[in-house]
């Protein structure tokens, strides 16, 4: 059991609704001056299975499996503008929200 915060929770509730890749965007609350960033960070988003991928530096790390980099392909491809795109272990992040869902 993974102890979550609400604004995890919502973050990886996005995440599911836009099929695992979504714009950093997608995780900002509030209106301008009192903007906060939802998504986990560092270590965190690690075990919650979230990566950032950005369109220059094509997952360097290890951290990035085939089938996220499929997914940011595809995500980059349909938004050709944006540089830098969230992706999110599908498995993990089912899980995680099942687990939260049976509470």
Known sequence: MIN???????????????????SPSEFEEGSRRWRKYILPRGDRAVALGVSTANRDIVFRGPKINAASRKRADKYFASH???????????RKINAILKQVDEL
């Open 80 to 90: 050709p503008r944006r540089c830098v795109c969230v992706t999110g272990d599908p």
């Open 4 to 22: 979550l915060t609400v604004a995890e929770e919502r973050a990886l509730r996005i995440l599911a609704a836009c099929d695992f890749a979504a």
